[in-house]
């Protein structure tokens, strides 16, 4: 029985750490800065909330490919200055592309 207490809690106890960096950065996936202040301090594209603050709009991963990503919130803020996903910044090619998407 005592093993069995001790392997519970072995186990629990790897998981905490997982648990924990997933908890720490839930909005920081994407990183996108649109050319004028967003009006709203949150928004909605498909399933994914951005909270905008200081000029800039965070949001968790998506389900959906990066680009679309970042077309989705250019529809919403209008045209971007720059556009991160997952620590790398989108080059001037792909910034445009998702700027024509933009409203």
């Known amino acids: 029985m005592t093993r ?7 186990a629990t106890l790897a998981l905490v750490p997982a648990a924990g960096i997933a908890q720490g950065a839930p909005n ?10 967003p009006a709203k301090a949150s928004l909605v594209t498909r399933s994914t909330l951005w909270k905008c603050n200081g ?6 991963k998506a389900n959906a490919r990066d ?4 077309e989705l919130v250019a529809r919403e ?3 971007l200055s720059a556009f991160r996903a997952n620590g790398t910044d989108f080059d001037a090619a792909s910034l445009e592309k998702c700027n024509a ?3």
């Open 4 to 10: 069995f207490f001790a392997a519970a809690a072995a």
């Open 28 to 37: 920081g996936y994407y990183a996108a800065t649109p050319v004028s202040a």
């Open 55 to 60: 000029g800039t709009c965070t949001a968790a």
């Open 67 to 70: 680009g679309i990503v970042c």
């Open 77 to 79: 803020v209008g045209k």
């Open 101 to 103: 998407k933009a409203h």
